[in-house]
């Protein structure tokens, strides 16, 4: 047990679904923060950990990390995926929900370790975590929610046919109603789930009004919070740092496999990569794709050219950061809240994204802090602009920067999450 602070105000728990580490991807880096706000404010965290099989991040560095971080660590092994969903039968499995079954069968642990402690207060990081949690009910429950259910899967599927003009095909047609039922269902889960929540916050601003009808009360956004790992120096001297020959485009880092991030790769690959080598062949840019996983085929052609450089995980992904011109995420569809964006941000960086990547964080403006794109030749021509006019990389830069701080700053936005969750 680690040592909290003199004056405890409360005991909470969070359930969450790997281990929280400020370098990870996505949520974990969400709830990293949280964490230590709460410590910051002598809050008594404990944390409840669903571990799943292939889930890397559980070295014992990492554990050690976490603990000497918070007052109590449970890590909670989730079992194998099995074939069907005892809590919700058939509709478990044409959910497609991940890892479901395995999750409802770590209820009665996660009630037990909850008892034990005896918290105030349960915060839940998304479905799995909030599925874990379905015995508790003797404790305020909050969820924290990122992605709608079966989300990714459905959204993805119906860019895809729209794109490809072939609604009106009977095994296009056949594929998305499937896709569609799977979403229907998913939202009558999220319903069955929210229903004993006390507060449910959402750090994705379009979703809010599903989530409002899946659940009786109010639902509160949030800005994303985000641990502030850059270099202060560095941001203040970033016009010395930027003067080179070469402009570096970072795109990532993420999780080559996830639905979002290879849509995104591949959209880029098709519809905007072509393009600025043709405008300034291979010798101006040094494309850089940071993340775990394989590329999509889309890229291939251009990784065995030379012309992108795959790199790989990197921990901690600071210096990537550090070292690019302009941050590039380019989902054509709206799913999630992209935390690299975020991270982006924070770096000063000079960010390009698809509009669509917008729409869950109304944070970025498009010409203030940030350039957005509707479609791939726009999206061509304002990387392009940039490319070419380091005085607005940097503009763009410090505006995300201030930006960052005013919105996704722990202090501010984890301050703003707590006080939702006391009002």
């Known amino acids: 047990m680690s040592e ?124 799995d975590s909030i599925a874990s949690c379905r015995l508790v009910k003797k404790y305020f429950k909050v969820a924290l929610l990122g992605d709608p259910l079966n989300a990714p899967s459905f959204r993805q599927a119906k860019y895809q046919i729209q794109e490809s003009n072939k609604l009106c095909q009977p095994k296009a047609l056949s594929k998305y109603f499937v896709y569609w039922i799977k979403n229907y269902r998913a939202g009558r889960v999220m319903g069955s789930l929210l229903r004993d929540c006390g507060k449910v916050i959402s750090f994705q601003y379009q979703e809010l009004r599903l989530y409002e009808k899946k659940y009786s009360g109010k639902i509160h956004y949030s800005p994303t919070p985000v641990n502030d790992s850059s270099d202060r120096d560095y941001w203040g001297s970033s016009e010395t740092l930027l003067d080179t020959e070469k402009v570096t485009l970072l795109l990532g880092p993420s999780n080559l496999n996830s639905t979002v991030t290879s849509a995104g790769l591949a959209y880029f690959a098709d519809n905007v990569l072509g393009g600025l080598l043709a405008y300034f062949g291979p010798n101006k840019m040094d494309i850089r794709i940071v993340g775990e996983g394989k590329l999509p085929v889309q890229l291939h052609y251009f990784l065995q050219s030379g012309w992108i450089k795959q790199i790989g995980r990197v921990d901690p992904p600071d210096q990537e950061f550090k070292n690019a011109d302009i941050q590039i995420s380019m989902t054509p569809f709206v799913l999630g809240n992209r935390v690299r964006l975020i991270t982006g941000m924070m770096h000063s960086k000079c960010i390009v994204a698809h509009s669509s990547e917008a729409a869950n964080i109304p944070e970025l403006l498009h010409g203030h802090n940030c350039m957005l794109g509707r479609d791939g030749a726009e999206l061509k021509r304002i990387i392009i602009f940039l490319i070419e006019n380091k005085k607005e990389r940097i503009r763009l830069g410090n505006n995300a920067r201030m930006c960052y701080e005013r919105y996704n700053f722990p202090p501010v936005a984890c301050r703003k999450i707590m006080e939702m969750i006391y009002e």
């Open 4 to 127: 909290c602070g003199q004056k405890l105000r409360e005991k909470i728990t969070i359930v969450t679904h790997s281990l929280p580490l400020e370098n990870a991807n996505g949520g974990p880096m969400t709830v990293s923060a949280l964490i230590e706000h709460c410590r910051k404010n002598n809050y008594f965290v404990h944390i409840v950990v669903l571990r799943y099989v292939d889930d890397i991040a559980f070295e014992e560095v990492n554990i050690k990390e976490i603990r000497e971080k918070v007052c109590r660590l449970s890590v909670i092994d989730v079992p194998v995926r099995s074939s069907g969903c005892k809590q919700y039968g058939i509709l478990g499995n044409l959910v497609g929900l991940r890892d479901y079954d395995s999750v409802l069968r770590c209820d009665k642990l996660v009630l037990k370790e909850i008892q034990e402690y005896g918290p105030e207060v349960v915060i839940m990081y998304h479905w």
